[in-house]
């Protein structure tokens, strides 16, 4: 009975490499959230997908971030050239449906992210 | 506005003794629910109460429990009987409802509490 997964744990990428970081959501589940917790600070939204659709990403900065949840396999968070500013954690959440404000999202352990 | 305020960065309490984490909102939507979040220093987030806008009751989860004034828009988190398990971060967070249309979760900047034995 996984929960949500996200690999890798610990990412270090030098200025200007990408990084991909990869959620995959309890089963069942068709929700995909992404939240960044910059240190010493709370979670932001980043961006909510369904399956095969990006629902709501005004979390999300325009340039040198993506995300995408295909049909088959996991959500990537992608993020292009990157700088220190994004050296963070990056949670992905899922849940089974959306609307209910008892809709709990399961959270996975988070990816940290070291910008070099 | 900030939509989730925690104005405490950091509280001690003495094992065996209850704490209140404080925790007030900002919304215009009727409808809404608030979560707490515990993160150990390992980094997770574990969900452990729940209150909805509309509940009539404060939510209590074992050792949890929520004590909501609406009126007030806040919604304090009391644990009983410390534990040094309970050493970690706490965050307040809120989901608003249909008015509002939005999915995600609002989060505080959280509550680092320490248990001392």
């Known amino acids: 009975n996984a929960g949500v997964m996200q690999n890798p744990r610990h990412l270090v990428r030098r200025r200007g490499q990408e990084a991909r970081l990869r959620c995959s959501p309890v089963?069942?589940?068709?929700?995909v959230y992404w939240y960044r917790q910059l240190p010493e600070e709370g979670l932001k939204f980043m961006v909510y997908l369904q399956k095969e659709n990006i629902i709501d990403e005004s979390g999300m900065p325009k340039e040198r971030f993506s995300a995408e949840f295909p049909k088959e396999g996991p959500s990537i968070l992608r993020i292009q050239q990157v700088v220190r500013g994004d050296s963070a954690a990056y949670f992905c959440a899922s849940s089974r449906r959306t609307g209910g404000l008892h809709n709990e999202q399961f959270f996975g352990p988070g990816t940290r992210l070291t910008v070099l | 506005a900030q939509k989730i305020t925690q104005t405490q960065p950091g509280m001690f309490v003495q094992e065996k003794e209850a704490v209140t984490l404080d925790c007030t909102y900002d919304?215009?939507?009727?409808?809404?629910?608030l979560f707490w979040y515990k993160q150990p220093s390992s980094g997770e987030m574990i969900f452990l109460i729940y209150q909805g806008s509309y509940d009539q009751q404060n939510a209590t989860e074992g050792r949890y429990s929520l004590n909501f004034q609406k009126a007030r828009k806040s919604a304090n988190l009391v644990i009983s009987a410390s534990q040094l398990g309970d050493s970690a971060m706490y965050f307040c967070a809120m989901r608003e409802g249909p008015q509002t249309g939005a999915n995600n979760l609002f989060f505080g900047t959280g509550t680092r509490l320490t248990v001392i034995p």
């Open positions: 089963k069942g589940h068709s929700h």
């Open positions: 919304t215009s939507d009727p409808s809404y629910g």
